[in-house]
């Protein structure tokens, strides 16, 4: 099994899963990231920024009941297309509601994304489920500090020492003294927070994910020939397709199940083995066709 990170590795034990797993994270294009410079910290205008699809998933609504708690010379810059239409409408009328300074950015490029960073104070999150997020780690990468609501990806990445990670059920007060608490800092320790943020991601570079990647399935190639051969009993694929609701499916594979000679646990040889499983895939490759 693979896994982003530490969380998902320990949600597949959860599950169950007892044997072998392996953690390789996404991985990102860091390079444009790690070339932008640390926002000035000196601006009359503090700038937030939020990067992502504009849904209700990500909480922007959070976002922008968080404003009313800050000074007037604070705004925040959603960037990223709407996934329904109505809902960026919806936050459009709560910007106006509260008096608050909301641009809304639409989709914007890369580079587009690395520029607005640079002049980015805080990124802000309030999305609470967030498995690795990409943008999280271009912000941190391009040396933004990050404050955000508790998820995944912020529980692994953001701290004290490059941002701010608050509760689930923090309000946007609460919210709200945190990006200030920052924006308040000296330049000496705002300074700090940024390079902390930046180097908190170097190994999430692609070029060091790939490197990893190619270890990683060279050492389970090599295990792989080393180990011997072993066999799928009948009782565990009986046990897993029992699992199953009861219906066509659960006994179109009993029925292919029941066409399978196999041993009951014992080992085979690797010949044996191939046989078998290939056997299987034949009674089973039908199936997985019609679906």
Not at 47 to 58: E, Q, Y
Request: contains cysteine.
């Amino acid at each position: 099994m693979v896994s982003l990170n530490e969380i998902t590795s320990q949600e597949i034990r959860d599950f169950g899963y007892t044997g072998s797993i392996l953690r390789i994270p996404n991985g990102r294009n860091l390079s444009q990231f790690h070339a932008c410079q640390f926002a000035d910290l000196l601006t009359a205008e503090k700038i937030l920024t939020f990067v992502g699809f504009v849904s209700k998933r990500k909480n922007q609504e959070f976002l922008i009941e968080a404003m009313k708690f800050l000074p007037a010379n604070y705004r925040l810059m959603l960037i990223g297309e709407p996934l329904v239409a109505a809902y960026q409408e919806e936050l459009a009328k709560k910007t106006a509601d509260l008096h608050v300074n909301v641009t809304f950015c639409g989709q914007l490029g890369q580079q587009e994304i690395a520029a607005a960073l640079e002049k980015t104070h805080v990124f802000v999150s309030a999305s609470k489920m967030e498995v690795q997020s990409l943008v999280i780690i271009e912000a941190l990468a391009s040396g933004t500090p990050v404050v955000g609501l508790s998820n995944e990806t912020v529980d692994e990445l953001v701290d004290a020492s490059d941002g701010i990670r608050l509760s689930k059920d923090a309000s946007p007060r609460e919210f709200a003294a945190a990006v200030h608490m920052i924006c308040e800092l000296g330049e000496a320790e705002y300074r700090k927070l940024c390079e902390n943020s930046r180097s908190r991601v170097n190994t999430l570079d692609w070029s060091i994910v790939m490197e990893k990647t190619l270890q990683c399935y060279t050492e389970i190639s090599v295990q792989k020939a080393k180990a011997p051969a072993s066999t799928i009993s009948t009782e565990v694929l009986q046990k897993t397709i029992a699992q199953l609701p009861a219906g066509r499916l659960q006994g179109i594979l009993l029925e292919a199940l029941s066409n399978v000679s196999m041993p009951s646990g014992e080992k085979t040889s690797s010949e044996q083995y191939l046989r078998q499983n290939e056997l299987i895939l034949n009674q089973f490759r039908g199936f997985i066709f019609f679906l």
